[in-house]
C-alpha cells in the first residue's frame, strides 16, 4: 500500500505563488502516472494536474499556464508549482494516482491552500 504525504500549503494572497510537495512511500511510485487533485468547499474533488513516468504533463483548463507539475523519482515525490494564484484556488489538495484511486486506495491527508483577494 502506497502511502501519501502533502505538504506546502498556505494562505497567500491572490497572485502569489505556492510550492506543494508530496512524498509517497513504497517502491512502485516510479512506475505511476501521478496527480494532483483539489477540493474546494462544497465541491467534488477535481484532478488538477498529472505527470507520467516518462514527464508527460496534463493540466486542467482552469490551472493551465499557471501551475506546473514535476517529479523526482528518486525522492519518491512530485511537486505542484503554483503561480498567479487566485481565490477560486482556495482548496485541500491531495496528490495520489488514478490507478491506485481505481482500486480503492486512500487518500493522504492533504494540504490546505487558501487564497485571498
Known amino acids: 500500500q502506497v502511502q501519501l504525504v502533502e505538504s506546502g500549503g498556505g494562505l497567500v494572497q491572490a497572485g502569489g505563488s505556492l510550492r506543494l510537495s508530496c512524498t509517497a512511500s513504497?517502491?512502485?511510485?516510479?512506475?505511476?502516472?501521478m496527480g494532483w487533485y483539489r477540493q474546494a468547499p462544497g465541491k467534488q474533488r477535481e484532478l488538477v494536474a498529472s505527470v507520467t513516468p516518462g514527464q508527460y504533463r496534463t493540466y486542467a483548463d482552469s490551472v493551465t499556464g499557471r501551475f506546473a507539475i514535476s517529479r523526482d523519482n528518486a525522492k519518491n515525490t512530485i511537486y505542484l508549482q503554483m503561480n498567479d494564484l487566485k481565490p477560486e484556488d482556495t482548496a485541500i489538495y491531495y496528490c495520489n494516482a488514478p490507478s491506485l484511486i481505481a482500486t480503492g486506495s486512500s487518500w493522504g491527508q492533504g494540504t490546505l491552500v487558501s487564497v485571498s483577494s
Open positions: 513504497g517502491t512502485i511510485f516510479g512506475s505511476l502516472v
